[in-house]
């Protein structure tokens, strides 16, 4: 079992940055691929990036590809999700979590796969 506490949202305009950040506790971080999915009003959750703890393979929704960035911090045992150009359709609560790796890629797309969560940070962007 992995877990996991996020931090780092907050109020933005369309088209500012912001960075979350994910710090994970745990064991056997390897076993995981790590995902950033949100949530936003009256809607279920939605994928959004997912990165992989060993080999450093990444994963994103449409939505975000070209704007959202996940990383990982080996020291600091910190995943991030870096948003550049926000919009305000990206306005939702923010969750991390963790899945156990699968060998299809495509599970990590799933919110379903997802075993352990953050409790989430808000991300408000104004139009």
């Known amino acids: 079992q992995v877990q996991l506490v996020e931090s780092g949202g907050g109020l933005v305009q369309a088209g500012d940055s912001l960075r979350l950040s994910c710090a994970l506790s745990?064991?056997?971080?390897?076993?995981?691929?790590f995902g950033w999915l949100r949530q936003a009003p009256g809607r279920g959750r939605e994928f959004v990036a997912a990165?992989?703890?060993?080999?450093?393979?990444?994963y994103y929704a449409d939505t975000v590809s070209g704007r959202f960035t996940i990383s990982k911090d080996d020291a600091k045992n910190t995943v991030y999700l870096q948003m550049d150009s926000l919009k305000p359709e990206d306005t939702a609560v923010y969750h991390c979590?963790?899945?156990?790796?699968?060998?299809?890629?495509?599970?990590?797309?799933?919110?379903?796969?997802?075993?352990?969560w953050g409790q989430g940070t808000q991300v408000t962007v104004s139009s």
């Open positions: 979590a963790a899945c156990s790796v699968r060998h299809l890629s495509t599970y990590y797309y799933q919110p379903r796969e997802y075993d352990d």
């Open positions: 990165i992989t703890w060993s080999g450093d393979r990444t």
């Open positions: 745990g064991r056997a971080f390897s076993s995981y691929v």
